[in-house]
């Protein structure tokens, strides 16, 4: 079973990362982009077979590693 | 308008951070993961109205700077 995982910041949390790729494509040219962020996309193959179960593992594993729940949040899709 | 892009090394390109990940997950004691790969998300506000043109302006982005196209590949979503 394969599980998608997008980790993004937190709205109202500053990303300088998006912000200097924004200034990058405008410098390129791209002037229509008001807004970037940048985050993180992991997927996972898993041994589970159940949605349900694969689903609970993977939000336990965002919550113990793959994402700072601070200032990040996470959605997670099972495919 | 906003647009999503996922960017992912190709299949066949050593992800060394994927395993990196797969290893802590193992040591957490996640023990049915059995692949991963991580990626990059990047989320793009335009001041585009019409969807077409959004797409092609986006995918003009990646091939020019958001992702490096002899190792990865991408896809966009117009939300």
């Known amino acids: ?3 998608r995982v997008h980790i993004m910041l937190k709205d109202g949390v500053l990303d300088p990362q998006g912000e200097a790729v924004r200034h990058a494509l405008g410098s ?3 002037a229509g982009v008001t807004g970037v962020r940048q985050g993180k996309l992991i997927e996972l193959d ?5 949605k349900t179960t694969a689903e609970a593992e993977v939000r336990a594993m965002c919550d113990r590693l793959l994402a700072n729940t601070v200032i990040e949040k996470y959605t997670v899709e099972i495919l």
Chains 1, 2 share one sequence.
């Open 28 to 30: 390129l040219g791209f």
């Open 1 to 3: 079973m394969k599980a």
């Open 46 to 50: 898993l041994a589970a077979t159940d």
